[in-house]
């Protein structure tokens, strides 16, 4: 697959690898679709994600491998990697500038903020805001060759010992 060999140049291997294709997988329906499936009409008005302009949120609504939605988003992003995402939204749909969004995304997004990539739920947290389909991207990091850690049991434990 074109993503995978695209991540593997920027130097990802690993449960890293697995992780962000499991992602981006569930993201884009097992790659089926590049656009959310919803009209995005949800998102209108909303200022966490810059929404600021009536039409805001179809207009921005999720788009890629990642499924960057907002119009902070596309502009962000886009002027991280070079290309006019706010003025044209769409372009988010391209093969080649998905793969930029989505690896800019992961870089700053994710890859900064998580202890580990066999941590599933943190990084679903990290792309959706919460956890929807975790089932889903738990059993795709799995296909990619993951192995999913629990890690609310691990710190628990850790809080036991130092707690005596």
Known sequence: MALMNIAKGTGMRGAELNQFMA???HECDGF????????GAAYEGRRDLGNTQPGDGKRYKGRGYIQITGRANYRNIGRAIGVDLENNPLKALEPAVAAKVALNYWNTRVKTRIATYCDTTGVTRL????TNGLS???RKFSQYGGRTIQ??????????????
């Open 32 to 39: 089926n679709t590049m656009e959310e499936y919803a009209s």
């Open 127 to 130: 792309i959706n805001g919460g």
């Open 23 to 25: 992602q981006c997988a």
């Open 151 to 164: 890690l609310v049991s691990l710190s628990l434990s850790v809080r036991k010992f130092w707690t005596r």
């Open 136 to 138: 889903d991207r738990e």
